[in-house]
Every structure is written in structure tokens, then in C-alpha cells.
């Protein structure tokens, strides 16, 4: 089921399902496994690049080296822009705190004002994505075993994949969009309880 919000059908997942990243549970995992980088949109790819002074000092020498290489990001097998990884496994944008969590380096750096990115789009919506087709986008919840914990969070406070995400699906689709699917959740939710 898919509910329609302007040109864009969102997964009921997205309402229904709960998620709350716990990094003490994770350790941010997300940034190192995968088979491929983060999907990366083509106006994002000079914002990593102007990025790099800000961060460099922090990447992994490893890092530094892919990048010097192929660049901040490469092709996948779909043919799309993903940011480029290391020995198939890290990010080259991961770094690592005194606890050994697996930090973005550009979050860091956007925290402390020394950069205005924040990171990509698709990693600020994680664990929602967004698929392009002819004429709309389809909005999904990502279910994925490393995230197990966070989906323990979430329901422990009772937050829902949407709400977690407020600030990424607001920067993504707009404050209009966001509150429509407010509204449309609150009312969803409120009738499943009632039917439950």
C-alpha cells in the first residue's frame, strides 16, 4: 500500500514502522557495510569536493588514497553516482571517534560550521529511499538487519520512520509536503488503532 502525496507515493512502512538510530547499539555500521557507497545525486558531487579541505584531516589514510585515485564517488553497476568506498567496505567520508563508532566526516564537519553540507541526501533519509520513475518518486522504508536496534528504539519511545526523519524529508521534499504526510500518518495510525 502507497499513499499519494503530490508527485511522490510513500510506503505505508514510512507511517507505520518505528526507527530511532541508536549509535551506542550500532556504532554506525551503516557507513561501512553495503556491497556499493552511498547513492549520491549529481548536484551533490561538487558539494563533496568543495568539501574535502574541511575534512580531510579526519579521513582514513586509505581514504585519501581512493579518493586521490577515482574521486569522491564512482558509477555502481546501475550506473548511478555513489560515493566511493574503501576495499568495499567504508565510506572514504567515515571517520572514527575515541570509542571507535564510525562517525560522517562531513556531519562533523557541518557540526562544527565548517562546512554548510550536511552529507548526501540519501544518508540523511536513511532508512528511507527515494526510486525516480516517469512521472513520480517512490518514497520506501528500508528495512535492513544492521538496523535492528534502531527499530527496538523506536518502538521503545514510540517513534515512527517519519518522524525520526522530519528534518531529512522536510531538506528532501519541502515543510508543505512534510505536513501533509503528518497529517495523513496521525489519521492513519489513529484508525488502525481504533481497528486494532
Known amino acids: 500500500m502507497m499513499i499519494q502525496i503530490y508527485d511522490t507515493l510513500v510506503s ?6 518505528y526507527f530511532a538510530c541508536d549509535l551506542n547499539a550500532c556504532h554506525g555500521i551503516c557507513c561501512v557495510e553495503g556491497d556499493s557507497g552511498a ?18 584531516d579526519d579521513l582514513s589514510p586509505k581514504a585519501k588514497q581512493v579518493i586521490d585515485k577515482q574521486g569522491v564517488v564512482y558509477l555502481d553497476q546501475e550506473g548511478e ?16 571517534d575515541e570509542n571507535d563508532y564510525c562517525l560522517c566526516a562531513l556531519e562533523k564537519a557541518c557540526r562544527k560550521g565548517k562546512i554548510s553540507f550536511y552529507k548526501p541526501v540519501s544518508c540523511h533519509l536513511y532508512p528511507v529511499r527515494v526510486a525516480r520513475y516517469q512521472g513520480f518518486q517512490a518514497v520506501n522504508y528500508h528495512r535492513w538487519s544492521v538496523c535492528q536496534a534502531a527499530r ?5 519511545n514510540q517513534t515512527r520512520v517519519y518522524q525520526f526523519l522530519k528534518e531529512p524529508l522536510i531538506r528532501r521534499f519541502g515543510e508543505e509536503w512534510y505536513k501533509q504526510l503528518c497529517e495523513v500518518a496521525q489519521e ?3 484508525q488502525s488503532s481504533i481497528n486494532t
Do not use: M, Q, R
Open 12 to 17: 505505508l512502512e514510512v507511517i507505520e514502522e
Open 39 to 56: 547513492p549520491v545525486e549529481a548536484g551533490e558531487i561538487a558539494e563533496l569536493e568543495a568539501a574535502l579541505p574541511a575534512v580531510w
Open 81 to 96: 553516482y555513489v560515493t566511493s568506498i574503501v576495499k568495499g567496505e567504508d565510506c572514504v567520508f567515515t571517520c572514527y
Open 152 to 156: 527496538i528504539l523506536g518502538k521503545k
Open 188 to 190: 492513519y495510525n489513529h
